[in-house]
Every structure is written in structure tokens, then in C-alpha cells.
């Protein structure tokens, strides 16, 4: 016997079975798959995603970009080298001096599925703060970078750095401007921020 029936006694049959509708507002909800969890709350950031197949894929988009916004001739802020290498087709100017640059080219951590975040360090920021950094964002990551939540990204980090943990440790989330700023918002650095994402899995 159910122990909901000791305390209150059983009612009339009729209310024993709770109809489906009901009991829907007090179900958990479904659990999406956590890239389609990170799409929804990305985009609802005011962030641009970029769905990529191939580096083929991820050269073209970036080039729309680049000529989109006007920036082919404009100074990117890159400190992560590689970037330099992987794009080199696109002779990118690149300087670590964010005064001069117009967009950040980089890397992340990983990617929060929980509140479409980007979890970064200072293996791509240095010890900047979001605030001092080129107002554009052209990030690159890969789908084996989506985390389920904050908690999980540190723990990844700690795992791939064992020697020496990166510091300066943030997530972007506003992708947008903020009209409207409250105190939830207060402090935080609105970035436009576009994501190219290669499928490595």
C-alpha cells in the first residue's frame, strides 16, 4: 500500500487515476540532446551559429563573414598562433594589441549546453578582461567541446591541464546589446559573437 494512502486514506475511485494532462506541469521536462540544448540557448543569447561539416565548410563561412562585416582588411586580436596556421588562406592580420584590432579571433574552452555559454581562459584571453576586447568575436570550436554545465567544462579544464591550470577563467554569454541593463546583467560584456562549428564527432 502506498504510503501517500497510510497518511490521507484512500478517496473515491474515481480520483485514483490522475489524468495525463495533469500530471504533465509536474513532470520532468524532456532532456534534449545537449548540442540541441546549446543551439536553443545560444541563439536565444543573440549569438550567430555556424553549423560546419568540414573545414571546407568552415573556410567558406568564415570568409562570408570577413566580407559581410568588412573585415578583411581590419586587424584581428588573435593570441592563439595556431589560429594564424589554420587559417593562413585568409591572411589574416593578426596583433595582440586589442586597441588596434577590430574583431577577436579565437578558441574556447567549451561549450555550455546548460545557459549557451562559451567557456574561456586564459589559454585564449591572457589575463584580459571581456570587457577590453575587440567588440566582434569569430570563435572556432568543435561539437567534442559541448559540456552539459559549467561544473563539468572546469572539471575538463583541470583534466587537459594537469601541469598548470589556466587562470582567468570566464564565459561569454551576451551575444547582443543590452538596452534594457539590470542588475542580472550588470557588469557583463555584450559581445557579437559568431560561432563556427566543426562536427568532429
Not at 593570441?79 to 579565437?106: H, N, Q
Request: proline letters at 2%.
Amino acid at each position: 500500500m502506498s504510503l501517500f494512502r497510510k497518511i490521507f486514506g484512500k478517496k473515491d475511485g474515481s480520483e485514483d487515476h490522475i489524468k495525463s494532462e495533469e500530471r504533465g506541469k509536474y513532470m520532468p521536462e524532456i532532456k534534449l540532446p545537449i548540442d540541441e540544448k546549446f543551439t536553443i540557448n545560444f541563439k536565444a543569447n543573440g549569438g550567430k551559429f555556424l553549423y560546419c561539416e568540414n573545414m571546407d565548410e568552415i573556410n567558406r563561412n568564415l570568409k562570408e563573414i570577413l566580407s559581410e562585416n568588412d573585415w578583411e582588411d581590419k586587424q584581428a586580436f588573435v593570441i592563439d598562433d595556431r589560429l594564424k596556421d589554420l587559417f593562413k588562406g585568409f591572411d589574416i592580420k593578426a596583433t595582440k594589441k586589442t586597441a588596434e584590432s577590430t574583431y577577436f579571433l579565437s578558441t574556447c574552452e567549451y561549450l555550455i549546453a546548460d545557459d549557451g555559454s562559451l567557456l574561456i581562459s586564459s589559454n585564449q584571453i591572457a589575463e584580459k578582461k571581456l570587457k577590453d576586447l575587440p567588440p566582434n568575436f569569430i570563435i572556432y570550436a568543435t561539437t567534442s567541446q559541448f559540456v552539459e554545465n559549467i561544473g563539468e567544462g572546469l572539471r575538463g579544464i583541470k583534466n587537459k591541464n594537469r601541469e598548470k591550470i589556466p587562470t582567468n577563467i570566464t564565459t561569454i554569454k551576451h551575444f547582443k546589446t543590452l538596452e534594457d541593463k539590470d542588475f542580472l546583467t550588470y557588469g557583463s560584456s555584450s559581445k557579437n559573437l559568431y560561432l563556427l562549428l566543426l562536427e568532429d564527432l
